[in-house]
C-alpha cells in the first residue's frame, strides 16, 4: 500500500473518530437537555399548583369578605327597620307605616328602596348603609327623584329623605344636613336623629 493510501485512512479513521466524539456529545447534550427540561416541566407544574392553591385561597377569602359584608348589611338594615317600626318617626314627622326592601321597575328606571315611611300626605326614603359616604347622598337623591315616577300614584305626597348608617364620616354627615336630608345613627340599642334646617322636600 503506497504511503498515500495510509494517510487517507489515518484521515478516514480520525473522521470516524470525530463523527464518533461528535454523535457522544451531542447525545450527552440531548440528554441534559431532556433532564433539564423533565426539571422545568416539573418545576412548572409546581408553580402550576401552587398558583392553583393561592387561587382558591384568594377566593376563600374574597367569599369570607364578601359575606361579612352582606352580614354586615343585613345586620344594619334590620337594626333600622326594627327601631323604626318602634318610633316611626323622621324629626317631627309621624309616619304610619314602614316598609323594606322595595323593588321596583318601570319603564327603563329601576330602583330599591332600603326602607319607605309613608302616611296620608308624605313619604319618607331611608337609605341605609353601614358605613354612609357622601357618595350615597347622590343615591338617595336619585332614588328620591325616581320614586314619583315608580310609583306615580304617591305623585302629590311630599318627599323626605334620610341616610342611616352605623357610622357616617363628619363630611358626609354634614353634607347630608346641607342637602336638606335627615341623618339618623345607632346610639346604643336606640337610634338618634339630626334633621336639616331645610329639609329637602320633593
Known amino acids: 500500500m503506497s504511503e498515500q493510501s495510509d494517510e487517507i485512512w489515518v484521515i478516514l479513521r480520525e473522521l470516524s473518530e470525530s463523527q464518533k466524539k461528535a454523535a457522544q456529545q ?93 302616611n296620608g300626605n308624605a313619604i319618607g326614603i331611608v337609605e341605609v348603609k353601614y358605613k354612609a359616604h357622601e357618595k350615597d347622598l347622590d343615591k338617595l337623591e336619585r332614588k328620591m327623584r325616581n320614586f314619583k315616577t315608580l310609583f306615580p300614584w304617591f305623585k302629590d305626597y311630599k318627599l323626605y329623605g334620610a341616610i342611616a348608617s352605623f357610622h357616617i364620616y363628619e363630611d358626609a354627615k354634614k353634607a347630608a344636613l346641607e342637602r336638606g336630608f335627615f341623618v339618623l345613627q345607632r346610639s346604643g340599642k336606640v337610634i338618634t336623629t339630626e334633621a336639616a334646617e331645610n329639609l329637602l322636600v320633593l
Open 26 to 118: 451531542m447525545h450527552k447534550a440531548d440528554e441534559e437537555m431532556r433532564i433539564r427540561m423533565q426539571k422545568t416541566d416539573e418545576q412548572m407544574r409546581k408553580t402550576d399548583e401552587q398558583m392553583r392553591n393561592t387561587d382558591k385561597k384568594l377566593n376563600r377569602i374574597s367569599g369570607m369578605v364578601d359575606g361579612i359584608g352582606k352580614n354586615q348589611g343585613f345586620v344594619t338594615e334590620e337594626f333600622f327597620f326594627n327601631s323604626l317600626v318602634e318610633d316611626t318617626h323622621l324629626g317631627s314627622i309621624h309616619f304610619d307605616d314602614v316598609s323594606k326592601n322595595e323593588y321596583k321597575h318601570r319603564g327603563t328606571t329601576q330602583e330599591e328602596y332600603d326602607i319607605v315611611m309613608t
